[in-house]
């Protein structure tokens, strides 16, 4: 057993650190299919990327985003954000859902082109739709005929302010 990173192991950190670095955030998946690999070995070089102090994770739900750092990060979070917002406050919705909020985003091509520079858009980004969606609006409010769905009320403010960069 190899004491350390094989070769094999430091070509991938090299190619994980490069794509980070060019898309500024990149969730587990992404990595995983850009270096070829399942997602467990990409976990691991973003793993020893983290401990070095190379990239930064940021976990959003049941999804890990790896940053080239916090100010990369927090532009990634406000563009995702920002458009998670544009498209609830298109059809002027009062209250949204994971479910309903992933629908609109894979609809719009603009924010379906967001979302898939940093995460795959399949079912199982709903998690990390929930959990935007529990940054911007608060708690949820959850009904017993819904089950666990939970449902989130928008703000008119947050239809108001969705352009605008929070301080």
């Not at 850009?34 to 691991?44: D, I, M, P, R, T």
């Not at 406000?78 to 544009?86: N, T, V």
């Not at 998690?127 to 666990?148: E, F, K, S, V």
């Amino acid at each position: 057993m190899p004491r350390g990173a094989t070769s094999r192991v430091k070509r991938r950190l090299t190619q994980a650190l490069s794509l980070v670095e060019e898309r500024g955030c990149v969730s587990t998946p992404l990595i995983a299919s850009a270096l070829g690999v399942n997602v467990n070995k990409a976990h691991y070089a973003a793993r020893l990327l983290e401990r070095e102090g190379a990239v930064l994770q940021v976990a959003l739900g049941q999804h890990s985003l790896w940053c080239a750092g916090r100010e990369a990060a927090e532009a990634v979070l406000w563009e995702l954000k920002r458009e998670l917002a544009r498209v609830l406050c298109r059809g002027g919705a009062r209250y949204a859902t994971p479910v309903r909020a992933y629908e609109l985003i894979t609809a719009d091509k603009q924010a379906r082109a967001a979302f898939l520079r940093y995460v795959p858009l399949e079912k199982t980004a709903t998690p990390l739709i929930n959990a935007l969606l529990l940054q911007m609006l608060g708690d949820p409010i959850r009904y017993r005929h819904r089950g666990t769905q939970p449902i989130y009320y928008i703000p008119p403010e947050v239809c108001r302010n969705a352009g605008e960069r929070p301080l």
